[in-house]
């Protein structure tokens, strides 16, 4: 679904995103309002950029891995 370019940049989209809501929860703590949802979303977001971030590189992995074994398989016969 998402090549490994386009993850990073809603990675670095997330990671932003999830900064200015820290920010404007901040902002609207320092105002005398509780706990919001806010800073649960900001968590969230930083979360999935985490995940994206993780999964950089694994379809190439996947890919090598299943090249290399079908190489084997072929030389060994």
């Known amino acids: 679904m998402f090549n490994d370019k386009i993850r990073l ?3 670095f989209f997330l ?3 999830s900064f200015g809501f820290f920010v404007y929860g901040w902002i609207e703590r320092s105002e005398g309002n ?3 949802q806010i800073w ?3 968590f969230l977001l930083i979360f999935g950029a985490m995940v994206h ?3 950089i590189g694994s ?4 890919s090598v891995k ?3 074994r079908l190489f084997y398989a ?3 016969s």
């Open 53 to 55: 971030l993780q999964k």
């Open 34 to 36: 509780e706990f919001n």
């Open 40 to 42: 649960a979303l900001s």
């Open 9 to 11: 940049y809603f990675s």
């Open 59 to 62: 379809s190439k992995k996947k």
């Open 74 to 76: 072929f030389s060994c």
């Open 66 to 68: 299943k090249i290399n």
């Open 15 to 17: 990671i932003l995103s």
